[in-house]
RNA sequence: GCGACUGUAGUCUAGUGGUUAGGAUUCUGGCCUUCCAAGCCAGUAACCCGGGUUCAAAUCCCGGCGGUCGCACCA
């Protein structure tokens, strides 16, 4: 067990137990990629489908899968080949490398430069004479970094493709087929969960920061004259932490607690449906066991906005391997991406007012990172118990997240234990249940071994299940056991994943007063 | 991308020019075992990659790749 800190322990158990380590291992690795094992794919998946069931079953909304290759237009056209673009210039004599538009608005004291693109760029630094400001030495010609990947479609590589840096690309360009299969009725919203790629300079920090990463994405087009949103009043109660743009601009230390209500009836969030998606996002982050007092939302000033946002809060979580980070952004995209491929594409995007008259739908986006989350809830999970004898790893994800919800083990392994634990087994797995068998080693091995890879119940088979078809269920957060009837099993743990009390279920079992 | 530190079984580590590369733990098999990593026996399993120095490199040097931290970056 490592002595450090607690992301050490994370990661360490991740490899060990299968839920995540660094790709590509036996050639030695690329930083920023990232294997799921067995229960870290199982976790994973849980939590996507925690968000579809947050932010898309719920309110009936559209989902699509898009390709991550997209043709290069949709990027021309999207902005991103223009602004996924950043110029490095480097020291001829140290070697050293910058930020070139930085180093221009260090000197000059202009500001946005990158805004103005390579040439400009190139320009300026030679006008300005700027030097290395580590030695002094002559900078090289800046060079093109894309933080996009670049791949070649088809044999002849005639036409090139990018890999999605988001996938709200493809809500936007399938938004016309999307519609009308909605009737043509609005509000309505796409969303998507799927791979991305970015390029980063610098992954860092395992899952945090990924060139690889599961985006769970979703784009609500409304009509801004209408902009009312219908579900407002089941999250109008809900308490967040915010930041405003002006508490970021002065550096404030403590968040505003307020009501969803409050904020949007306080211009602090600009509509109803980001003040909604912000309501649902915090109970989001709840399912997966963040508390709300370590989840704040901080707006981005306008220098920190993406290209195509009016407005945007990150929805950040408190971590103690990191401090707080982003685990969302919920932005405002305006009209800018629908307007952006009318044009590039010159099909129309508007659709029709009752009164006669068209617009071009805006777009609020709440975009949630899958892998992060999958960090963010292995730590909150995590405990370390001590006993008498040892220390004891246990992740208390909640219920219906954990990767495995039932084990299934006989106490000993003679005398038909074995064989009738195998049949219990069974039965679990056609309830539908995630379930896993485990006859190795001794019966607190076993519970160890559950216990550190989250599994909240465990059924024991034993000597008077043999006789009279009695079994023992044990949970992982209590370490509590309750007994019952091997043919209520089934009824028990249908209560227990729908939310009944442990004790509930059975005959509670008092060891060592026998 | 820059700097500092760093890379030994699945995991944690000892070893710092010549070792059968040691230990702990996990894991597997066996014995045992009527509820929380018990015990006993056996077994599998490692020097990040590529160059160089040397009679000899896990150990020293250079480069690459990865990791941690700091700076920068995070559209």
């Avoid at 945007?312 to 103690?320: G, R």
């Avoid at 607190?444 to 269920?473: C, H, S, W």
Wanted: contains cysteine.
């Amino acid at each position: 067990m490592s002595t450090g800190n607690i992301y050490e322990t994370i990661t360490e158990i991740a490899k060990r137990r299968g839920f995540f380590w660094p790709s590509f291992e036996i050639y030695g690795n690329i930083a920023g990629f990232t294997t799921y094992g067995d229960v870290g794919v199982k976790l994973k998946r849980n939590i996507e489908a925690q968000w579809r069931e947050s932010f898309v079953r719920r309110q009936g909304f559209f989902e699509i899968e898009d390709p991550i290759v997209n043709s290069s237009k949709v990027f021309e056209a999207s902005g991103h080949l223009a602004n996924f673009k950043e110029y490095a210039a480097s020291c001829s004599q140290c070697g050293r490398g910058f930020r070139a538009d930085h180093l221009i608005e260090e000197k000059t004291g202009m500001e946005h430069v990158e805004a103005q693109g390579g040439d400009a760029i190139k320009r300026l630094l030679v006008e300005n004479n700027i030097k290395c400001p580590v030695c002094g030495g002559a900078l090289k010609e800046p060079t093109l970094v894309l933080t996009m990947f670049q791949t070649q479609i088809g044999a002849t590589g005639t036409e090139v493709g990018y890999m999605r840096p988001e996938a709200a690309q493809g809500m936007f360009t399938n938004f016309k087929r999307c519609y009308q299969a909605n009737r043509e009725r609005i509000p309505f919203a796409i969303s998507q969960q799927g791979k991305v790629l970015r390029n980063e300079v610098s992954p860092r920090r395992g899952m945090h920061r990924l060139r690889e990463f599961t985006i769970m994405e979703l784009e609500l087009f409304f009509d801004p004259q209408n902009p009312a949103c219908p579900w407002f009043k089941d999250v109008e109660e809900e308490k967040v932490r915010l930041y405003t743009e002006e508490m970021e601009e002065k550096g404030a230390k403590e968040p505003l607690e307020i009501t969803i209500k409050e904020a949007v009836a306080k211009g602090l969030v600009i509509t109803e449906w980001q003040g909604y998606f912000m309501g649902v996002g915090k109970r989001f982050m709840q399912s997966l066991g963040v508390p709300p007092e370590r989840q704040q939302f901080r707006a981005h000033l306008p220098q920190e906005r993406s290209h195509y946002s009016s407005q945007t809060f990150d929805h950040e979580v408190y971590t103690k391997s990191w401090g707080w980070i982003e685990v969302a952004g919920h932005a405002n995209r305006t009209d800018y991406d629908l307007k952006a491929h009318q044009k590039g594409s010159g099909v129309d995007m508007s659709v029709l007012r009752k009164d006669g008259t068209r617009f071009i739908p805006h777009v609020i986006e709440p975009s949630y990172g899958a892998d992060r989350l999958m960090f963010v809830a292995m730590e909150t999970a995590y405990e370390l118990r001590e006993t008498a004898k040892e220390k004891r790893t246990i992740f208390r994800f909640p219920r219906n997240l954990a990767p495995y919800q039932v084990s299934v083990q006989p106490l000993v392994t003679k005398d038909g234990l074995p064989e009738k634990a195998m049949t219990v087994y069974d039965t679990v797995l056609a309830e539908g249940y995630r379930a896993v068998f485990d006859d190795g080693g001794s019966i607190g091995r076993r519970y160890a071994r559950q216990d550190e890879i989250g599994t909240p119940l465990a059924v024991t088979i034993d000597y008077t299940t043999m006789e009279k078809g009695i079994i023992t269920i044990r949970e992982r957060d209590s370490w509590e056991q309750v007994t019952v009837h091997v043919d209520e099993l089934p009824a028990r743990l249908h209560a227990y994943f729908r939310g009944a009390e442990f004790r509930s279920l059975g005959q509670l079992v008092v060891r060592g007063a026998e």
